[in-house]
């Protein structure tokens, strides 16, 4: 297969809310260009974009999807993405592999959380976009309402391009304004992609309709608007030439309206994407840095320009690991021209990668192309090391695309498995899917020893264990994870003892130690002063009084969680010239501990984080007073526009399940940000119910 020049590629993402119709929008694009032999359809599991098993049991796209197909002589690059917010990592790195955007709004449902989320990042991002209306043809479909709403909440410039004849389940097709081209009265298919002449009884609207698309691009500049005020309108090729310079400012977003599943309005959206979407010629040179390659020196910044003629780079922003077909890349060419067999860095860790085959992708149907340039999207085989989010770039001229800060993994559950050998398979398994998953994290805890991990949401969990299960056949399910308490004290104890004497038939053991204990400001860890003098304990036996201390601080003396912020002074003690050893001195330090702990008033800390949380101003008393619920303290507010940031600490053992209430609070427009900033002190209640909780009884030390 050959390749294609830069000038008539089209990259675009499909972007919106889960359920809007992205993927029948997708499925509908690739049937009508010929991409594929027969419809592919969501609801009855035939769709060759969402092909997992996951996927298609939850009729639901959880993985960006990548097709290609030819238009118009172009070859058009769609990256189907997820809109299930626990899924969204993966559409913030689609969107930076691509040059304009596709945001899909169900004709139904109208504008939803993640509508909003996503054109977010589009505008942050300055891409083009594109928005398409679908199910127009469904019952109770609402297009004029949600268009009023996409204009109101979105506050987006935008251009219609389509007359629609008829409504809802009488739909009869659209006509393009800009074109003059008809598609009525059958569902659109390879045969009818041409369209038909505009018929009389719907000129009069389309005219009309026209007049406005005049209006909103003469308004886009300011040659434009003298042209059309002396002219009193525009020219074809002014009408064409404006419309695509203000697409590419994002001062225009051109509307379109339609129905995947029927499929109608598709053709007229792919005449719009390959005539008004920038080829990756017109792409501004990426923004990224070059690797020093030396230890601690601070990396350049640098410009890669979109040009087949720059040293190559690719930016990876998915990859695929299949059991028996191995790891699949996803890359967007940055730069320079990608050939099978090279030799290429990978910038973001500095080690090599060859490259195998490259390949042209549609669905499961791979073609092996000769070379990739800068401008196309195309698939690398069994990569060794490279990632989701990695750049590769040529060895001698090294470049690190600066690549979009992903969501936060702000979910975690500890995994649990009943098998024997469970741990191993399933944590190796959670590794293999953290390569695919740039969303997704995984870490045994250090305190709990717990096998923990984290995502975007409750169903991104929950999806990562059916992966699981179905990949390595072991059965496991999630629960909420071990709380990593610390315990310390919170007074001094003075002359404590610790003794430890025991005779045997041979030698016996025999050591003894005083300590004083007292609490370390928070942070300041272990302490151990030696205060010894006179030989009261022989040196080589002091490490061992000390090994004693920390391995039993190590298991507290409340509830089992390590002990933290002490420091212990050792001034005295005893021994036998036979019957002292480093076991007997390690005794006596663990007894000295535990007697001291007993006298200091030992407490229980908790993790706290700091919440950031951004809704709808209107629901911000709502916020504060959950997270008052919470023993959170609020450390301020601050407002953007619509939206409120409200600020507070809050124990992290109260925001486990924080994501679904703040969905239920705010209707889903809420998002929020948390990390572990610093250990306070339980409560009293609190310290109590933990304790009896954990059931811990504290290990009595040998006589």
């Known amino acids: 297969m050959t390749t294609t020049e830069a000038g008539d590629i089209r990259n ?14 997708a499925e509908a694009m690739l049937y009508v260009a010929k991409a594929t032999a027969k419809l592919g359809k969501v609801d009855d599991k035939s769709s060759v974009l969402d092909e997992t098993a996951e996927e298609k049991e939850h009729v639901c796209s959880f993985e960006a999807s990548v097709a290609h197909l030819s238009w118009a002589g172009k070859k058009v690059n769609l990256v189907d993405t997820p809109g299930e917010g626990s899924f969204l990592a993966e559409t913030r790195l689609a969107l930076a592999a691509v040059d304009a955007a596709i945001l899909v709004v169900s004709g139904k449902d109208g504008v939803q959380p993640i509508t909003e989320r996503v054109f977010g990042w589009v505008r942050d991002a300055k891409l083009p976009c594109m928005i398409v209306v679908t199910k127009v043809d469904a019952e109770n479909a609402r297009p004029d309402e949600v268009l009023a709403e996409v204009r109101a909440r979105l506050k987006a410039p935008l251009a219609v391009m389509e007359e629609r004849v008829g409504e809802g389940l009488q739909h009869r097709g659209v006509v393009a304004i800009r074109t003059k081209k008809a598609w009525l009265d059958r569902p659109e298919a390879p ?140 890359v967007r060419v940055l730069s320079g021209v990608l050939r099978p067999d090279a030799t290429m860095l990978n910038a973001s860790t500095g080690g090599s990668e060859r490259l195998g085959k490259i390949h042209s992708v549609v669905g499961k149907d791979h073609k092996q192309v000769d070379e990739a340039r800068a401008g196309d999207i195309v698939a690398l085989h069994k990569l060794k090391a490279t990632l989701s989010g990695h750049t590769l770039s040529d060895e001698k001229h090294a470049f690190l695309l600066s690549a ?10 500890g995994v649990r498995f009943d098998a024997k050998g469970g741990e191993d398979k399933v944590g190796n398994a959670l590794y293999r899917l953290t390569e695919e998953d740039p969303g997704l994290s995984v870490h045994q805890d250090a305190s709990t020893r717990e096998l923990v991990v984290s995502g975007l949401g409750a169903l991104h969990l929950e999806i990562t264990v059916e992966r699981i299960r179905r990949r390595v056949g072991v059965d496991c399910r999630l629960g909420p994870p071990h709380i990593a308490y610390k315990e310390t004290i919170s007074k001094k104890a003075t002359n404590i003892e610790g003794k430890h004497k025991k005779q045997t038939g041979g030698h016996g053991q025999f050591g003894v130690c005083y300590i004083d204990m007292e609490p370390l400001p928070r942070g300041g860890g272990f302490v151990f002063e030696d205060a010894v003098v006179g030989g009261a304990v022989p040196r080589q036996f002091i490490p061992s009084v000390e090994k004693g201390i920390v391995k039993s601080m190590s298991k507290g003396v409340l509830a089992g969680y390590p002990m933290i912020d002490v420091k212990v002074r050792l001034f005295d003690g005893k021994y036998h010239d036979v019957d002292s050893s480093d076991a007997a001195f390690q005794m006596a330090g663990s007894k000295a501990f535990k007697a ?13 984080v700091r919440l950031s949380v951004t809704v709808p101003s209107v629901a911000m008393g709502d916020i504060i007073g959950d997270i008052n619920s919470r023993r959170g303290r609020i450390i301020g507010t601050d407002s953007v526009e619509s939206q409120t940031i409200v600020n507070a600490f809050v124990p992290l053992a109260e925001v486990l399940e924080y994501e679904s209430k703040l969905k239920s609070m705010t209707q889903g427009k809420g998002t929020f940000t948390m990390n572990v900033e610093h250990l306070e002190v339980c409560p009293p209640m609190v310290q109590d119910k933990v304790i009896k909780e954990s059931g811990f009884k504290a290990e009595a030390d040998e006589d």
Do not use: M, N
Not at 12 to 25: E, F, M, Q, Y
Not at 290 to 306: H, I, N, T, Y
Not at 598 to 608: G, M, N, S
């Open 12 to 25: 675009v993402a499909i972007i919106g809310h889960k359920g809007a119709g992205k993927t029948s929008l």
């Open 596 to 608: 001291a702990a007993a006298q200091c008033a030992p407490v229980l800390l908790e993790p706290i």
């Open 404 to 413: 979009p800060e992903l969501p936060p993994a702000l979910f975690s559950r």
């Open 191 to 330: 045969a009818t992609a041409a369209g038909s002449p505009v018929p009389a009884d719907a000129a009069g609207a389309v005219e009309k309709a026209r007049g406005k698309l005049v209006d909103d691009v003469a308004g886009s500049d300011d040659e434009l608007t003298e042209r059309y005020l002396t002219e009193g309108d525009l020219t074809q090729e002014e009408l064409d030439q404006g419309l695509r310079a203000a697409v590419r400012q994002g001062a225009l977003i051109p509307v379109y309206f339609a129905s995947g599943v029927r499929p109608s309005g598709v053709a007229a959206l792919l005449d719009g994407i390959v005539e008004l979407v920038p080829p990756p010629t017109e792409h501004p040179a990426w923004s990224g840095v070059v690797p020093s390659g030396k230890p601690g020196a601070a990396p350049q910044a640098a410009e890669r320009p979109s040009s087949a003629e720059a040293p190559a780079a690719a930016f990876v922003f998915k990859t695929s690991i299949d059991p028996h077909a191995g790891r699949t890349s996803f």
